[in-house]
């Protein structure tokens, strides 16, 4: 069975400062690893994904993660964080062989202090 | 590409009435459609997976007769709330999978249920 654990329901940060926020997986096949970010009373945007090719993913709004296998961690970082990065994020999991069945974390809230 | 859109984003009812929410695919054709449900604070629950002309396989614990999903073509899927009470309130979400794609689910904006 596949699981996901975000560490950290909430995460401050200082404008400027490095954002961190940390997935770890669990998954008995391959898989591939998500960050989608929420804003209030909106859907789900797809940040950046990991499909088996490169571990370092470089997403969309500065974002990447890395996906690191031995440590079963898809960790998501933002050099330097922007008001605009305040909002909910999700890591998810599903399977490589392409099911779609996503399985999430329970969400980091990242809020940005002037 | 890849839009997909839920209507309406938001609906007040009162409790014994039903509702129906869409999702549809914009600009692609979706093999598989997914409805979610999300609580205050909380994180995505999945309540069924439909695939079109098919038959809904729901999660554990959703009440299919409750939550009805029809995926009658390969653009829309609905989730019908049937007599919904004030518990069913809650902000539910659709995505779907494009064919030939990668794993990658595409969100609409989600809709949110209050049931008075």
């Known amino acids: 069975a596949q699981s996901v654990t975000q560490l950290g329901s909430h995460v401050s940060v200082s404008e400027g400062a490095l954002v961190l926020l940390r997935c770890n997986y669990s998954s008995s096949v391959p898989p591939y690893l998500f960050w989608y970010v929420q804003y209030p009373n909106q859907g789900l945007q797809l940040l950046l994904k990991?499909?088996?090719?490169?571990?370092l993913v470089k997403g969309i709004n500065g974002f990447e993660a890395e996906f690191k296998k031995s440590e079963t961690s898809f960790h998501l970082t933002k050099p330097s964080a922007h008001m605009s990065d305040a909002a909910e994020y999700f890591c998810a999991v599903s399977e490589a062989s392409g099911t779609y069945k996503y399985i999430f974390g329970t969400g980091t809230r990242l809020k940005v202090l002037a | 590409g890849a839009v997909v859109s839920q209507h309406p984003s938001w609906v007040i009812c009162k409790s014994g009435t039903s509702v129906k929410i869409e999702c549809r695919s914009l600009d692609f054709q979706a093999t598989t459609m997914f409805w979610y449900r999300q609580f205050p604070k909380q994180s995505l629950m999945l309540m069924a997976t439909s695939n079109e002309g098919s038959k809904a396989t729901y999660e554990q614990g959703v009440e299919k007769d409750k939550f009805l999903i029809n995926h009658a073509s390969l653009t829309l899927s609905t989730l019908t709330v049937t007599s919904a009470h004030p518990e069913d309130s809650s902000f539910y979400i659709c995505s779907a999978s494009r064919s030939g794609g990668t794993g990658e689910l595409f969100f609409g904006e989600g809709s949110r249920l209050t049931v008075l």
């Open positions: 990991y499909t088996s090719a490169a571990t």
